[in-house]
């Protein structure tokens, strides 16, 4: 079960966000952290702001106990809360994708912001013990400029963020110096204009 309802109030600025203390049940993140580990079928993307390891749930048969959480009940609900927390009307269309970044790789600055597309994303961050010295801070900002920082947030264990896409939703991922940081990305469209699936593009 996804446990968004636990995220608290949204921030306003620079853009509607919010903070989740547990998306996922403890035995449910853990399970879905060892598949992650241990037999996910993670293929290497590089872009111009980004390289990391990414696949879509559309692409595996998830074992039963972490189809139930993402199955078509779970996201319709989960959908239904996303409408709720920011006060709009989403798709059916639910893309989830997971991200792996290793050693030296990050992500730069981008805002994922592309007209009639992906309105709200919600990140479940998945890792074991992270420390600010693994380096992968999901980071904010207040403009392009990469010393205006916004806010810094640590990937902890079964910690996630909901936030809205826009031109504003400037976000970046420090470089890895150790470890693996794992990240569910669940990407929500506009009920009026949805397309049709594209690729894995988007990064967080």
């Known amino acids: 079960m996804i446990l968004a309802s636990q ?20 035995t449910l993140a853990s399970s879905m952290l060892e598949w992650l580990e241990e037999d996910a ?73 592309i007209p009639g597309e992906e309105s709200h994303r919600l990140l479940i961050q998945l890792n074991r013990g992270w420390e600010d010295a693994n380096g992968g801070l999901l980071c904010f900002f207040n403009s392009n400029d990469p010393s205006d920082v916004h806010r810094i947030l640590r990937p902890v264990h079964n910690t996630g963020v909901v936030f809205e896409i826009s031109k504003a939703s400037l976000h970046a991922v420090t470089p890895i110096q150790s470890g693996d940081r794992y990240t569910l990305v669940l990407s929500f469209f506009p009920r009026a204009k949805c397309s049709q699936p594209a690729n894995m593009s988007s990064s967080a």
């Open 7 to 26: 995220s608290k109030a949204l921030e306003l600025t620079p853009f509607r966000y919010g903070l989740i203390a547990g998306c996922l049940e403890p």
């Open 41 to 113: 079928p993670w293929k290497l993307r590089v872009a111009d702001f980004y390289e990391q390891h990414e696949f879509s749930f559309d692409d595996v048969v998830l074992p039963d106990m972490l189809a139930k959480a993402f199955s078509s009940k779970a996201l319709d609900e989960l959908r239904q809360h996303m409408e709720d927390r920011f006060g709009v009307e989403l798709s059916t269309r639910i893309d989830v994708t997971a991200h792996r970044l290793t050693h030296g790789q990050r992500i730069k600055i981008h805002n994922d912001f």
